[in-house]
């Protein structure tokens, strides 16, 4: 969903609070746990949300970002066009300069993605070359780490949500994420 972080916050406070759930806890992959604790910090004002699990998020940003609105390269300007003001926000700087506060009263856990280069998907191994850490092909293991660090995961960025690429080497085997969200759920 295009947008700016409070923007995506808003239209997912609009969806969850229209019922009379009386807690939540939300999951969230990627880009989705900067909304999720946007939310939790600002429209949540009945305090509802009370446990955020995040998984390959980039708390920290990713140079991915800063490498899409900087290149003049036609697949970052294609990028760019697409993902804007997105991509604004997820750059290392803009993540530092204007961060989101987490709720005291909320439990914050997280998960990160990674594995070799050679093991990402196709589309996903030249980003995986651009982030000199270890990383899940867009977001590095440091960036994804916040508040309470449960591991890391053997997989790239979309097999972490079942998008399993078939252009990897022979001996992967895709990352079970119906087993592993199953289980963060319980």
Avoid at 36 to 52: G, M
Avoid at 101 to 114: F, K, L, Q
Avoid at 121 to 136: A, C, K, Q, T, Y
Wanted: hydrophobic share 40%; net charge neutral.
């Amino acid at each position: 969903i295009p947008g700016t972080i409070a923007e995506r916050a808003s239209l997912l406070a609009n969806q969850l609070f229209q019922s009379d759930v009386a807690e939540f806890s939300l999951f969230a992959h990627s880009m989705g746990g900067l909304d999720a604790r946007y939310l939790i910090s600002f429209p949540d004002s009945d305090k509802r949300i009370k446990r955020l699990l995040t998984v390959s998020t980039p708390h920290l940003g990713s140079p991915i970002a800063t490498w899409a609105l900087e290149s003049p390269r036609m697949l970052p300007v294609m990028i760019h066009l697409v993902g804007r003001p997105a991509l604004d926000e997820l750059t290392p700087e803009r993540r530092r300069a204007v961060p989101i506060p987490d709720r005291i009263d909320v439990i914050y856990t997280s998960y990160a993605g990674c594995c070799s280069v050679s093991e990402q998907s196709f589309w996903l191994r030249p980003f995986g070359r651009m982030i000199i850490v270890e990383n899940d092909g867009l977001v590095s293991v440091d960036s994804a780490k916040w508040e309470q660090f449960l591991g890391t995961l053997h997989s790239d960025h979309f097999g972490l949500i079942g998008w399993n690429s078939p252009f990897r080497n022979s001996t992967y085997r895709p990352f079970d994420h119906i087993k592993f969200w199953s289980q963060a759920i319980n």
